[in-house]
C-alpha cells in the first residue's frame, strides 16, 4: 500500500488537482476575453455591484479548504505542508461527488488569532470556508470566531462531518430496535471536536444532556475531575465511575471517536438489550467488527471502515452540505441545515437501493437494516437528496441570499452540473 500511494502520488502531474480553464482559451479572441482588454468589463461591473462577483467569477461554486496542520487524520500535528496530502484529497472527492471546485491553503500558522485574521481575509475569494484538520480545543473559539464574522459559511467537518452522518446512522438505528432517543444512555469516548459536536446533535434529536456521558484521556469526565477545558464542563457528570470499564454496563449507544482497541468483548456483553456502537477510530476501530458482533449478536454496529456494513464517512456530508449552501448562498451552515442532512441520510437510507450501488460494493442486495442504517459513500443518489434538503433549511431559516428555485428545478440543476464533462467550446463556435 506504501509504495502503491506514493506512486500514485508523484506520478507527473504532481498530487491530485490541477485549475483548468472553464471558457475557451483556443485563439486571440478567446483570450482577449478572458484577459486584457475584455477583463475590464467584469471587473468594473463587480465595482459597482459587489453581488455580480458570484455571477461573473467563479466564487460561488468555490471552497477553501484550510488547514494548519495541528490535527491531520490520525497523524496528529505534524505541520501545514505535510497536511496538503489530505487537503488535496478532499478536494478530490468535492469535486467528484458535488461538482464543487476547490482550492486547498495551507497556512504555517498555530497562533488561533493570528489565523483567524488570515481566514478572515481570503474572503473575498470563496463561496464557503471548509476549515480541516485543526486540534481541539483551539478549533472551538476558531470556527465560532469566523462564523461570527464572515458572510459566507465556515464549517469545521472535523466537528459536524461526522456527527452529522451518526446522527442519521442513529435515527435508523433508534427505528430498528424499537429504542427512544430521550430513554438512552450514551457514552462517547473521545472529548474533541468530533465528540462534542456529536454530543450538541444528539440533543437536537431528542437524547437527554444529561444521560451522555463524555471521557477524555484521562477518563470519565465526573465532578472529581479539576483543570477542566471549558470545551468539556458541560459534560461533568456527578458519578464515582473513573474508567470506560466502569461507565459501560447498560449503555445504550457507544460511540468511540478516540483510538483502537480500548473496548473489550466482555465491556460488550454488559450493554443494554439491542445496543447500538459506533466504533469510529481510524484505520482500526475501539473493538474489532467480528469482535463486537460475537460478543452481542443483538448490536447494531458502524465503523469508519468500508470492508464492514454500515461505515461513517464524511464523505456523505461535506459535498452535499456546501453544495446546498452554495447554491442558495447561505451565510452560515446552522444546526438546521445540518439536522436536514441528517434526516435526508437517514430518509434516503429506507428507499431501495439502485443495482448500480449494489453492484458497486459486489452485494446482491442492500435493504434497510442493521447492516444498512447509513447510505453507501458511492450513492449517487446522496447529492439529489441532501444538497435540497439543506438549500430548504437555508431558505425556512432566512440565512439564504438568493431564491431557491424549487425541489423540482434545483435537482434538475444538479444533474446538469454533474453531467457537464465535456471540453469548452470555442467562442467563434457559438
Known amino acids: 500500500m506504501k509504495n502503491s500511494a506514493l506512486e500514485y502520488h508523484s506520478r507527473f502531474p504532481k498530487g491530485k488537482t490541477k485549475v483548468v480553464p472553464t471558457k475557451p482559451t483556443e485563439n486571440s479572441y478567446d483570450l482577449s476575453l478572458a484577459y486584457s482588454p475584455g477583463v475590464a468589463y467584469p471587473c468594473l461591473e463587480i465595482e459597482k455591484q459587489p453581488d455580480l462577483v458570484y455571477e461573473y467569477t467563479n466564487r460561488g461554486n468555490l471552497v477553501g479548504i484550510i488547514t494548519n496542520g495541528t490535527a491531520i487524520l490520525g497523524l496528529g500535528n505534524i505541520g501545514a505542508s505535510a497536511g496538503k496530502p489530505v487537503m488535496e484529497g478532499k478536494a478530490v472527492l468535492f469535486k467528484k461527488f458535488a461538482g464543487i471546485d476547490v482550492f486547498d491553503i495551507e497556512i504555517n500558522e498555530i497562533d488561533p488569532e493570528k489565523f483567524i485574521t488570515i481566514v478572515k481575509a481570503l474572503e473575498p475569494t470563496f463561496g464557503g470556508i471548509n476549515l480541516e484538520d485543526i486540534r481541539a480545543p483551539e478549533c472551538f473559539h476558531i470556527e465560532k470566531t469566523l462564523d461570527e464574522s464572515m458572510k459566507i459559511p465556515v464549517f469545521h467537518d472535523d466537528q459536524h462531518g461526522t456527527a452529522i452522518i451518526s446522527t442519521a446512522a442513529l435515527l435508523n438505528s433508534l427505528e430498528i430496535t424499537g429504542k427512544k432517543a430521550g430513554n438512552l444512555k450514551v457514552v462517547i469516548n473521545g472529548a474533541g471536536a468530533a465528540a462534542i459536536s456529536i454530543a450538541g446533535m444528539l440533543t437536537h434529536i431528542g437524547v437527554k444532556h444529561e444521560s451522555i456521558y463524555m ?44 483510538v483502537a482497541n480500548v473496548v473489550t468483548e466482555a465491556m460488550v456483553k454488559t450493554m443494554a438489550e439491542k445496543p447500538i456502537m459506533f466504533a469510529l477510530s481510524n484505520p482500526d476501530p475501539e473493538i474489532p467488527y467480528p469482535d ?8 447494531i454496529m458502524a465503523t469508519g471502515r468500508s470492508d464492514y456494513p454500515n461505515q461513517v464517512n464524511n464523505v456523505l456530508g461535506f459535498p452535499f452540505i456546501f453544495r446546498g449552501a452554495l447554491d442558495v448562498r447561505a451565510k452560515v451552515v446552522n444546526m438546521e441545515m445540518k439536522l436536514a442532512a441528517a434526516y435526508a441520510l437517514s430518509e434516503l437510507t429506507k428507499l431501495p437501493v439502485p443495482t448500480q450501488v449494489t453492484e458497486a460494493y459486489n452485494e446482491l442486495e442492500i435493504r434497510f437494516g442493521a447492516d444498512y442504517i447509513i447510505p453507501k459513500p458511492l450513492d449517487s443518489r ?11 433549511a437555508a431558505v425556512k431559516t432566512g440565512v439564504n441570499q438568493v431564491e431557491y428555485p424549487g425541489r423540482e428545478a434545483y435537482v434538475k440543476f444538479l444533474e446538469s452540473i454533474m453531467a457537464q464533462q465535456k471540453e469548452p467550446i470555442s467562442v467563434l463556435e457559438i
Open 292 to 299: 463486537a458482533k460475537r460478543a452481542r449478536p443483538d448490536l
Open 215 to 258: 471521557l477524555d484521556s484521562r477518563g470519565v469526565i465526573n465532578h472529581k475531575r479539576t483543570n477542566l477545558h471549558e470545551s468539556k464542563l458541560p459534560f461533568v457528570r456527578t458519578t464515582d465511575a473513573e474508567t470506560l470499564e466502569d461507565i459501560f454496563p447498560g449503555t445504550d449507544l457507544f460511540i468511540g471517536v478516540s
Open 382 to 392: 446522496v447529492l439529489y437528496h441532501v444538497a435540497p434538503a439543506v438549500a430548504e
